[in-house]
């Protein structure tokens, strides 16, 4: 089973665990709706095209709704260590959470409790507090930006808004960044560095680089790196090992940016739509 | 290519034994004590908590000892209360300093730390919000995408987080270079 852990933005919506179903451009769980314009619903609504060309089935989601307080995020950490202990997954994707060191130290607890351990894969804010914790080495793949990239780099950061000048600027070099984050055990076991290039990388060193097709303008968009890591959480979920999902989903995520004809202007769900077509012509 | 803008040496680490540390519940307060403190005129700085103190998500306000009784207590005047006040006695991480622009066209995008915000040069309506990780981020994306830089709801005034501080300071160098 494949399950997707997110918030939504959304100060009134529950706590729902529960599968999930893509409508158009909305996720559907039971009687509640969410949009699909960046965020973890975007991940989702990425993820869930992926399974439907792999034939699998949907995600399974923990999701709350939170803005920002981060009371939402609070009672789904509480959650899922009560009930990850008695589940059974085989793919655990993070994403948009309240980092809190305190609280996430209990869902780590939890996920060692599981009859098996789940390959996990985190973006977003799990990502953050899975460095701050120094638990990063404990997941199997983090899906960072450049600038997340400098954040994991940075021994001293304990957030992305604290990254150190001298690491975060431009000159830094993505495979110099990617050897301090590992040296310093602030990365997980695979990388995917999103960006201009993206970076595929394990404590060895840069396994692959994907640099085609290119197209600069999906940097602005909103939601593209939440796209990578629902096509790639989707792959791995899949059976495909991380290295080859990782590849795939960088080729893909681009192509479909490409289709869309994107301006800096384009919102996340007209890319969305063109991972279909993508995933045909990439895999 | 990015321009960058800011400060490119690493800082020495300095302790400054006359400065103490203002705590609170969450960044939002922070981010109002900042507003108030900075429009009366004390002279504090947001910076990075300690590492004895830090649970995730947090900011700290750096300010002058001498004046915590009248800083808290025009902190009370808006329901503020700090939840600790102490000294500093080991160095504070500075906020990122370093911000980023990159010409799209028409479009200005600006980054600062992990926060991107991009806009319309000719519009200045605010196109995109990307990056971030903690979870006001797609509610602020939300709330201020389609919106005109002079009336789109600002971060520090509908945000709870760092990511919320950081895309503050994108939107502020967005304002100054679009002359809003």
């Known amino acids: ?283 | 290519m990015f321009r960058a803008l800011g400060k490119k040496k690493a800082k020495p680490d300095t302790i400054n034994e006359d400065r103490g540390i203002l705590v609170f519940e969450n960044t939002t307060e922070v981010i109002r004590a900042e507003s108030i403190l900075k429009a009366e005129g004390w002279k504090i700085k947001v910076m990075g908590p300690p590492p004895e103190i830090r649970s995730g998500c947090d900011l700290v306000i750096e300010f002058p000892l001498i004046e915590e009784l009248s800083i808290t207590r025009k902190l009370s005047e808006i329901n503020i209360k700090p939840t600790q006040v102490v000294p500093i006695n080991s160095p504070l991480l500075e906020p990122v300093d370093l911000l980023l622009e990159k010409e799209y066209g028409k479009y200005l995008m600006v980054r600062a730390a992990n926060m991107k915000i991009t806009v319309d040069r000719a519009t200045k309506m605010i196109v995109n919000v990307s990056g971030g990780g903690c979870p006001d981020v797609p509610y602020l994306a939300g709330e201020m995408v389609n919106r005109h830089l002079s009336n789109a709801p600002q971060p520090r005034d509908i945000g709870y987080t760092l990511c919320a501080y950081a895309l503050q300071l994108a939107y502020d160098r967005v304002v100054e270079q679009c002359s809003v």
Request: charged content about 20%; glycine content about 8%; hydrophobic content about 45%.
């Open chain 1, 1 to 283: 089973m494949f399950g997707i852990v997110g918030t939504v933005p959304e100060d009134e919506f529950p706590l729902i665990s529960d599968a999930v179903v893509l409508e158009d451009d909305q996720i559907i769980f039971g009687n509640k709706r969410v949009a699909v314009n960046r965020g973890t619903p975007a991940m989702i609504a990425a993820a869930i095209k992926t399974l439907e060309h792999m034939d699998r089935p949907n995600p399974f989601c923990f999701l709350v709704g939170d803005i920002g307080s981060g009371e939402g995020s609070k009672r789904l950490y509480k959650y899922l260590a009560d009930h990850l202990p008695d589940s059974s997954f085989k793919t655990l994707a993070f994403h948009y959470f309240q980092p809190d060191v305190g609280l996430f130290k209990k869902v780590v607890a939890a996920i060692n409790k599981m009859p098996t351990r789940p390959t996990l894969v985190a973006d977003a804010g799990f990502m953050y507090v899975a460095k701050m914790a120094g638990d990063a080495p404990f997941f199997d793949l983090f899906t960072p930006d450049a600038g997340e990239l400098a954040y994991l780099a940075d021994e001293k950061a304990p957030h992305p808004f604290y990254t150190r000048g001298f690491i975060l600027h431009e000159e830094n070099l993505i495979p110099d960044l990617i050897k301090r984050a590992y040296r310093h055990h602030n990365a997980a076991s695979y990388l995917l560095v999103k960006g201009v290039e993206d970076f595929i990388a394990s404590k060895k060193g840069i396994i692959e680089t994907v640099d085609n097709p290119c197209e600069e303008i999906l940097e602005p968009i909103g939601g593209t790196g939440d796209t990578l890591t629902g096509i790639v959480s989707a792959l791995i979920a899949s059976g495909m090992d991380i290295e080859s999902a990782s590849v795939k989903a960088a080729r893909v995520n681009r192509l479909a940016g490409l289709n869309a004809k994107p301006t800096p202007a384009t919102q996340v769900y007209d890319i969305i739509k063109q991972i279909p077509g993508a995933l045909i012509e990439i895999l």
